[in-house]
């Protein structure tokens, strides 16, 4: 039986047998089609005919670029015929007919190479072959021919073979011959060549007259932090495998070591641990990299597309992950222009709760560094982000630390390595310490808010109706005293601060007769300008200081039972409010320019009104405590 040509296919799209083909059968009439003798004189010749280009045509062209590009396509053309199952044949160009033996065998399965090396006293002996599954096939036939030298197609007699992992070009010496001899003179350079590098890229390789062992390696990774292609910090990750470094995108899965002890040849060869590997990019991942390659890594999202504060972001992101990255096994290195400091930056602050200020103590752990925070004031309020360290590393600050210390800095005051804050500008402080005193801040929240004041009523001794505003000046006043702040009422002249001021005192007289469960004595309205006696709040009696300060309306104090002027009281107990008229002071318990040894509340009820005397700015205290000219 034989088969006859009926009709040569072209690619023609009109033609009626083009039109009947199926969907693959066309896609191998296009293929061929596309190294026919009109498509390759298009491709590869000037000269104006076929013929001219066939006859002038030089063999080195040929070889070097006319032959790879007609095996591509011939590799697609039996790789479709081998899925689908089409027949392939095999016949001479003068032959008319096609014969059942002209037909070939596809092997789809792909093949792989066995080597084979064999060390005797004499020389070395190399053979290869092919392995389909478990059988062997000799390379040594009637017929043997490379139809693609990569990707590797071999025809064997009548069989046709994918051959996986090598070229068609290092089969062809085993078309004619069983072994090929490499003479004890080469041996060494052979086996530390060669032999070497088929052991680290083959899996089936026989050997006979030499060692290989199969051994663990060494394991480590490096993270280095560093400029990209594109001018943007990457993460370039580097495993190191024993004496060998490659990156997770490498092909190369073995290593090998060769040695040659006293003409005794060994092979000492390890494998990539892909699990490991897996490992190191799932901990990367879980951190926010990501990459192409997976070798070099970047931020999902930078927050910056400026250059520089991309570097920093990348050296913040190494920082707040540098201890997950270490316990994943990263080593991490840098190789950028300025020495940065990699490790963990923490920022720990504690603090306490004084009468007037939050007095916070913070220290900033830069690695094994421990720097006081306050030493970052100059860069926080500058603007400067890198500070240098003990051993020269720079360390980078975070951005957020600008936003969140900035005022705290610009409102504080240093005292040794603490930073003081005044209680009035609550709302710099961070959140870390709101949590910490949130029951103190939440009063001072109220501040902010007079509305949401509790209300209070002005007391049973003032006999006079109060307006609206003044009742709210004196709630808000009671607040203060109520919580230990501190305040300054400072409505404008004759709106009724003195009034508000008297309420207040009222307030508290009735306030501690209740808590006493004594009765409210009938004094009528207080005074600030009358120099008498009042009984005062736990049953003792109160008083005005000397004349003078009488006279001027400076001040009000209470203390324990006396009959003269507070001042020439020394020692005396007094009650926790200090009035004052006058606006320039001092606090001793304060931070340097403040000076008030009374150590209690202070409440300006007349900010608006100066002092007669410069000189005497300022006498409450017992003692005559005097500041004068203070400012």
Not at 296 to 301: A, C, E, I, Q, V
Not at 379 to 405: C, H, M, Q
Request: glycine residues 6%; charged residues 30%.
């Amino acid at each position: 039986m034989y088969f006859v040509t009926g009709e040569i296919l072209l690619r023609n799209e009109q033609s009626m047998s083009y039109q009947r083909l199926t969907p693959m059968q066309k896609e191998v009439v296009n293929i061929i089609d596309e190294y026919s003798d009109k498509r390759l004189h298009k491709l590869f010749s000037k000269k104006k005919t076929v013929k001219e280009f066939q006859d002038t045509l030089n063999d080195q062209i040929f070889k070097d670029h006319i032959r790879p590009y007609i095996e591509k396509r011939l590799y697609q053309v039996i790789q479709i015929a081998a899925e689908n199952k089409f027949k392939v044949f095999m016949k001479e160009k003068a032959t008319q007919n096609i014969f059942s033996d002209d037909f070939l065998t596809l092997h789809r399965k792909p093949a792989l190479p066995y080597f084979r090396f064999e060390r005797t006293p004499e020389n070395t002996l190399y053979k290869l072959s092919i392995l389909r599954g478990e059988e062997k096939v000799e390379l040594v036939q009637d017929y043997a021919d490379v139809i693609s030298n990569s990707p590797a197609l071999v025809i064997l007699n009548k069989d046709i073979y994918f051959v996986d992992q090598t070229e068609g070009k290092k089969l062809t010496p085993f078309f004619t011959k069983e072994f090929v001899t490499v003479q004890q003179s080469a041996e060494e350079k052979y086996f530390s060549t060669f032999v070497a590098n088929t052991l680290k890229e083959h899996d089936s390789v026989e050997t006979i007259g030499f060692d290989v062992t199969d051994s663990e390696p060494t394991r480590s990774v490096t993270l280095s932090l560093e400029m990209g292609m594109n001018n943007e910090p990457v993460w370039i990750v580097t495993l190191k495998y024993s004496n060998y470094q490659i990156h997770p995108g490498s092909s190369q899965q073995r290593f090998v070591n060769f040695k040659n002890r006293n003409n005794r040849y060994e092979f000492e060869r390890f494998s990539r641990d892909i699990a490991w590997e897996e490992s190191l990019e799932e901990s990367l991942d879980e951190v926010g990299l990501k990459s192409r390659d997976r070798t070099n890594f970047t931020l999902r999202k930078w927050l910056s597309n400026d250059r520089q504060e991309k570097v920093y972001e990348a050296i913040k992101f190494t920082n707040s992950n540098c201890e997950f990255l270490a316990e994943s096994g990263f080593e991490i290195r840098h190789k950028l222009d300025i020495d940065y400091h990699l490790g963990k930056v923490d920022l720990v602050i504690e603090s306490t709760e004084q009468e007037d200020w939050f007095d916070l103590h913070a220290v900033v752990q830069f690695g094994k560094f421990s720097i006081p925070f306050i030493r970052l004031k100059k860069n926080i309020l500058s603007g400067d982000r890198l500070y240098k360290l003990p051993d020269g590393t720079v360390a980078v600050i975070p951005l957020e630390w600008f936003s969140s210390y900035k005022a705290a800095f610009e409102f504080g005051h240093i005292d040794g390595e603490s930073l003081k804050i005044h209680k009035q500008h609550f709302s710099q402080v961070d959140d870390a310490i709101r949590e910490r005193h949130a029951s103190t801040i939440d009063q001072l929240e109220q501040l902010n808010h007079l509305e949401e004041l509790p209300e209070v009523k002005p007391p049973q001794g003032i006999l006079v109706k109060m307006r609206d505003y003044q009742v709210d000046g004196f709630a808000w006043m009671w607040f203060l005293q109520q919580n230990g702040f501190g305040g300054c009422l400072a409505d404008d002249m004759g709106l009724g601060k003195t009034l508000q001021t008297i309420a207040l005192i009222q307030q508290n007289k009735e306030f501690r007769v209740r808590e006493t469960n004594q009765n409210t004595p009938d004094v009528g309205q207080l005074s600030l300008s009358q120099r008498k006696y009042h009984p005062d709040l736990t049953g003792h009696r109160s008083c005005f200081p000397d004349p003078e300060l009488a006279e001027r309306d400076r001040a009000f104090c209470t203390g324990t039972e006396s009959h003269g002027p507070c001042g020439d009281q020394p020692g005396k107990e007094r009650l926790p409010l200090q009035i004052l008229r006058c606006y320039r002071f001092q606090l001793s318990h304060g931070p340097p320019g403040y000076r008030f040894h009374a150590g209690l509340p202070v409440l300006l009820c007349d900010p608006g009104r100066k002092p007669d005397d410069q000189e005497s700015a300022f006498e409450i205290v017992q003692g005559h405590d005097r500041a004068p000219g203070s400012p």
